[in-house]
């Protein structure tokens, strides 16, 4: 005689009270992290102010064709996507490049404000003096610092002290600093943004490029590397993409929530990778340029004429800022390419 067995009710009580201490965790981080939140958000508010709404549909259309072209590398859509990336970039970079260029923006260093500015005024780590005839066409913005104001001083924007204060101007929009321990963790972040705005990055960025470069030439990776960029340019470019994606999107979100030390720790990362993929591409174009001109040792001497052209473009930032994203996303995707290549080997 066969029984069926006995069907079990299934109790729901420990998925609802592990759903609920986890509302209840992600509630409580987010409250103990909304000042600082609110203060990052205004940040990347004032800086998203100065970016044409054109840069975001190039920004989407990047992501876009990247997911597109990773996920099915077809030869029709490689071309689709030459093109988008082409119109992408023609969009993002400049709007991009804007937000540096136009206006003025310090790391861990006062800034005194004379004058006329066309743009906005933005230090991190430091503090804002506006003199009597400061014109700035645009909003004034500190985090960890504080803004003295001159009665002549005018803003066309909002004067703001994000954890931080102002003085005597009624109009400003103070939020105040954190108390206790973390006043002091803020506070000690404020020598090391010092640091990085003092530090002199063209050049330190050119240093760890040609250093990443003569690491992988003297391993004997170099040309390789090059080939498979050759070989496969669109997915590579687009992998390379999605992988400075995954890096500066959690960063900021980091910097946002006020965790300063982990969002530096994941720019420094991408600055890192930035530098090594920049070293790949940069070997592959002067091998290829020095392949073409029959020049005794393509290898060396592809490699000096690709950092050669990397530091005689720091005196066109424009082409400097656009030669190091789109060269440090290729060769960063053909980073990735080559590893999933080495994995699949038997």
């Known amino acids: 005689m066969h029984t069926l067995p006995s069907l079990r009710r299934h109790n729901p009580a420990p998925l609802l009270l592990v759903v609920a201490l986890l509302l209840s965790l992600t509630l409580l981080a987010v409250t103990t992290a909304w000042p600082n939140l609110a203060a990052g958000m205004l940040v990347l508010r004032t800086l998203l102010a100065q970016v044409s709404p054109v840069a975001g549909v190039g920004l989407g259309l990047l992501l876009l064709t990247s997911l597109l072209v990773t996920w099915r590398p077809t030869p029709g859509l490689r071309q689709v996507g030459a093109g988008a990336f082409a119109l992408s970039a023609v969009l993002t970079l400049p709007a991009l490049y804007q937000v540096v260029g136009q206006g003025d923006i310090r790391f861990g260093q006062d800034i005194t404000v004379q004058g006329l500015v066309r743009g906005n005024v933005i230090v991190v780590g430091g503090d804002v003096h506006l003199q009597e005839d400061a014109r700035v066409q645009g909003e004034v913005v500190t985090l960890l ?4 104001r001159s009665p002549g001083a005018q803003v066309s924007g909002r004067v ?20 206790g321990i973390s006043l002091a963790t803020a506070a000690a972040f404020r020598p090391v943004l010092g640091w990085l705005g003092a530090a002199a990055w063209p050049q330190v960025f050119v240093t760890l490029t040609g250093g990443a470069l003569l690491l992988l030439f003297v391993a004997g990776a170099a040309p390789g590397l090059a080939r498979r960029q050759r070989h496969a340019p669109m997915r590579t470019l687009a992998l390379g993409v999605l992988v400075l994606a995954a890096l500066m999107g959690p960063a900021l979100a980091l910097a946002l929530a006020g965790l300063l030390g982990p969002a530096l720790l994941g720019a420094a990362l991408a600055v890192l990778v930035i530098a090594i993929g920049l070293s790949v591409s940069a070997y592959d174009v002067g091998r290829a340029l020095a392949t073409r001109m029959r020049l005794p040792v393509p290898d060396a001497v592809g490699a000096l004429l690709g950092l050669s052209a990397i530091a005689a473009s720091l005196s066109q930032p424009p082409l400097a800022f656009g030669l190091a994203l789109i060269g440090g996303a290729w060769g960063a995707g053909t980073l990735v390419l080559a590893r999933e290549h080495l994995q699949q080997r038997p």
Request: aromatic share 0%; no cysteine; charged share 15%.
């Open 145 to 148: 610092g504080d803004v003295q």
């Open 160 to 179: 703001n002290a994000l954890l931080g204060h102002a003085p005597g101007d009624l109009e400003a929009l103070e939020t105040q600093p954190p108390a």
